[in-house]
């Protein structure tokens, strides 16, 4: 599987975000203590706003751990909205084009998870994606065609709404197939505004996913934390497992379930797919 996080809030150095937490995401990629692997070495991929409302994307296949050209960027860069991923494949191939997060005009997506069963599967979900949209598919990942299936559906338009229909699709096709449990997925998806994620499986034993805490609160619990103190108020964290032990500083987003976050306002709401 694979782990990430999404950040927004004031601009903030990449480098604080990727390498200096006690459990930083690449330190992750070698070391992850809530993955279904403890190793995240086929690549990653930062997306991250700047002047543009379209966002820049960095990928690379090699190991997070070991990429100079990661540390030398995120050493140069600050963003006030960042995604970054790090990848355990399931089985596609170890490519550029197979790294999240993934692009749509100014809207990002990434995914940790399966459609289980996917060459079974692939014919008929990429059948169900919009002609206009299927030429903009490069890779060959489960995740890149479920970003294009919500595309299908309207995430630029209702997010939610586009992510239950997809996910509708994706179960009764497997279904359809003879495949138990169809779907294993954490998700996050942002227009640049707002950021939305998404944590349910077909078998609701769901991959681990936390958001942090109101950082006011944070301060008050811990004035002397400098990392916490860099941070604006409506600075906010999802991440696929935390990013350090400090106490108070995070919450478990709940068994299926979307969370919505936009400026320091955070939301929370039942997920259930769309039924065909």
């Known amino acids: 599987m694979c782990r990430w996080l999404a950040y927004s809030g004031s601009p903030v150095n990449l480098q604080t975000l990727l390498?200096?937490?006690?459990?930083?995401?690449?330190?992750?990629?070698?070391?992850?203590?809530?993955?279904?692997?403890?190793t995240n070495g086929d690549g990653f991929g930062i997306g991250w706003y700047s002047r543009l409302e379209r966002p820049g994307v960095f990928h690379s296949t090699e190991p997070a751990w070991n990429d100079r050209n990661l540390a030398a960027l995120s050493e140069q860069?600050?963003?006030?909205r960042v995604f970054a991923h790090i990848r355990a494949s399931t089985g596609s191939a170890?490519?550029?084009?197979?790294c999240h997060p993934f692009r749509h005009g100014n809207w990002l997506w990434m995914h940790n998870g399966?459609?289980?069963d996917f060459p079974t599967v692939k014919r008929d979900l990429t059948l169900a994606v919009d002609p206009g949209l299927f030429p903009q598919i490069e890779g060959s990942t489960d995740s890149e065609l479920f970003f294009y299936l919500a595309l299908t559906f309207?995430?630029?338009?209702?997010?939610?709404?586009?992510?239950?229909?997809?996910?509708?699709?994706?179960?009764?096709?497997?279904r359809r197939?003879?495949?138990?449990h169809p779907i294993q997925m954490t998700v996050a998806t942002t227009d640049g505004a707002t950021t939305w994620a998404f944590r349910y499986s077909s078998e609701r034993q769901s991959r681990t996913l936390y958001r942090s805490t109101d950082v006011t609160a944070l301060r008050a619990l811990h004035p002397t934390n400098t990392?916490?103190?860099?941070?604006?108020d409506d600075a906010r964290l999802v991440v696929s497992e935390p990013l350090g032990d400090l106490e108070g500083a995070w919450q478990e987003v709940p068994e299926s379930s979307t969370l919505v976050v936009h400026g320091g306002d955070t939301e929370t709401?039942?997920?259930a797919p769309t039924a065909s």
């Open 154 to 174: 309207g995430l630029e338009k209702d997010p939610l709404r586009a992510v239950q229909d997809a996910v509708g699709v994706i179960e009764e096709t497997g």
């Open 177 to 180: 197939h003879g495949i138990a």
């Open 114 to 116: 399966l459609i289980r």
């Open 269 to 271: 709401a039942p997920f």
């Open 227 to 232: 990392l916490v103190s860099e941070l604006s």
């Open 94 to 98: 170890v490519q550029q084009t197979n």
């Open 19 to 38: 390498y200096k937490p006690a459990y930083s995401l690449v330190s992750q990629s070698k070391h992850s203590r809530m993955g279904a692997e403890t």
């Open 77 to 80: 860069a600050w963003s006030g």
